[in-house]
């Protein structure tokens, strides 16, 4: 067989048709006919080992090989839509079959159609291009190198963090300098990045960072709660790349090693006193960056972006996320939980138990396995304040914290006006109204010990004796029974009256009964 791969490396090295005649054993118009076809195949060397001489016969001399009576399939076809999102070689072949059936030709079986395809992409070098689709993925870091920004009290330098996201297609990278490499810092990267490209992956490939990934466990690792929450708002998945193989992503590692070039590097000369004027340096470098042509290809990173990946991106959410911490409190006896020296009430109902805690800037939410329970407006300024809802409590408290002097009068006036009466002598009784709620309070109590009836009369008798009565003297009153004597005398003195008005009665003797003269 002609030695196709040996003739097109001699080519590419220069060596003339009759030095590549004399080393391969054929004739120069075997070689310009292979030439020719390789560059309307634009295939040229080096290409894959496992490409061997019959591959390049079949592709470039087909009818050389055996010709069956089966369709070949159009593989540049299938070159131009593996590269669009969803697309599978499954889903193509049986596109294939169904063009075959209608035309009344042969398919192939599925394990042919795919050699062929893998044969051509070997040799065009579409592996890549099949691995990463237009907005697929979106691969994260942080840089190895810092940046600096001058502290203008001091004059000591203060180290910048670069983070660094890379689209995994068109290689789009986006940079932003912070002061911390903390997780409000990783959350406000990825947001920005997101408002940067004008979308969203429908994939985060991040590193094994403890912002990011709470326990990297190789069949399923654990995201942090905050970060898995932002994904979720936006729509996305987190797919952390294997530990120590950076391979899994290559753009974000390159595209690192790239920008400490690009930008910290050529910043190195300049002096900036706030972050702001740091990352406005470093928005201008990455326009650059950005819109530095391909070495291998024609277009740029933002040429490609534009071009192929942005209209894959999946759309922003209507309001960015508000980031939020999350942590574990348990529930006190007094029914609330402590969040940044603050007290923050839950259902009495949950005393003791542990609970889940989402803080943002604005909110405190409770949460008791994924169900919430409380939420709150998060309270600024001094420590130590409470802030408790009134359905929280129980019963008993609620009542007690709703017992003022209006609420005590009003029940008073509800029995009577002595019970007003003396409600208002134990009320005025104290220097601060406060200190007789104990004293109402018990009052209360005992009405409801006995019967408002009584109570009504036993204060009626206490004011007898004195204007300002106490607690003592009513409940002295209604222990003693002097209000069930007093009714019966009462009584008494009513039925006499009754009777006496009823006029002379006369005697048994006047109706026959005997009498003394």
């Known amino acids: 067989m002609i030695q196709y791969r040996e003739i097109l490396r001699l080519h590419s090295q220069g060596v003339s048709q009759r030095g590549i005649a004399a080393a391969c054993r054929c004739s120069r118009k075997t070689i310009r006919d292979l030439v020719e076809r390789a560059r309307n195949h634009g295939i040229e060397w080096p290409f ?59 398919p192939l079986m599925y394990s042919q159609f795919c050699r062929y395809y893998r044969k051509h992409a070997a040799i065009n070098k579409a592996t890549l291009r099949i691995r990463r689709k237009p907005g697929e993925s979106l691969e994260v870091d942080w840089a190895g190198k810092t940046a600096h920004i001058i502290d203008d009290i001091t004059g000591e330098p203060i180290p910048a963090y670069i983070f660094v996201a890379a689209l995994s297609c068109s290689q789009y990278a986006y940079v932003e300098a912070f002061l911390s490499m903390d997780k409000e810092s990783w959350i406000n990267g990825h947001i920005n990045a997101f408002r940067y490209f004008g979308g969203v992956p429908r994939i985060l490939v991040p590193d094994n960072l403890k912002t990011g990934v709470d326990k990297a466990t190789r069949p399923d690792p654990k995201l942090n709660r905050t970060y898995q929450e932002m994904a979720e708002h936006y729509g996305t998945a987190v797919i952390p790349a294997r530990v120590k193989r950076p391979k899994d992503k290559p753009n974000a590692e390159g595209t690192v090693g790239v920008i400490s070039t690009w930008i910290i590097a050529s910043l190195r000369n300049q002096q900036f006193f706030t972050l702001r004027e740091l990352n406005g340096a470093i928005g201008e470098k990455l326009e650059e960056f950005n819109d530095k042509p391909f070495q291998k290809k024609p277009g740029s990173r933002k040429s490609a972006f534009l071009q192929e990946e942005k ?96 609420a005590f009068r009003e029940w008073a006036e509800s029995i009577g006006p002595f019970a007003l009466e003396v409600v208002n002598a134990m009320l005025s009784a104290h220097k601060v109204e406060k200190q007789g709620y104990r004293t109402c309070t018990s009052l209360m109590k005992l009405a409801d010990r006995y019967s408002v009836t009584l109570f009504e009369k036993a204060c009626q008798h206490a004011l007898e004796y004195t204007s300002k009565p106490s607690y003592t003297t009513i409940q002295t009153i209604l222990r003693a029974g002097r209000v069930k004597v007093q009714d019966q ?18 005697g048994a003797g006047y109706y026959g009964g005997h009498h003394d003269d």
């Open 48 to 106: 894959e080992k496992n490409v061997t001489d019959s591959d390049l016969q079949e592709l470039l001399f087909p009818e050389k090989s055996y010709r069956s009576d089966r369709k070949l399939p159009d593989c540049d076809y299938i070159h131009r839509e593996m590269g669009k999102s969803g697309v599978t070689l499954s889903l193509l072949w049986h596109e294939y079959c169904e063009e075959c059936r209608t035309n009344g030709e042969l």
């Open 311 to 406: 209209a894959m991106l999946l759309p922003l959410p209507a309001s960015p996320y508000e980031l939020a911490t999350w942590s574990k409190a348990s529930v006190q006896y007094d029914y609330h939980i402590f969040v940044d020296g603050n007290r923050y009430s839950v259902p009495y109902e949950y005393i003791r138990h542990q609970v889940d805690v989402r803080v943002t800037s604005r909110v405190v939410e409770v949460f008791y396995q994924s169900l919430r329970i409380a939420s709150h407006a998060r309270v600024r300024g001094q420590q130590g304040q409470i802030v408790t809802a009134p359905d929280h409590m129980p019963e008993k408290h609620r009542k007690y914290l709703a017992m003022n002097g209006d």
């Open 489 to 506: 005398r009462d009584n008494e003195t009513m039925a006499k009256k009754e009777a006496a008005g009823y006029g002379f009665v006369r």
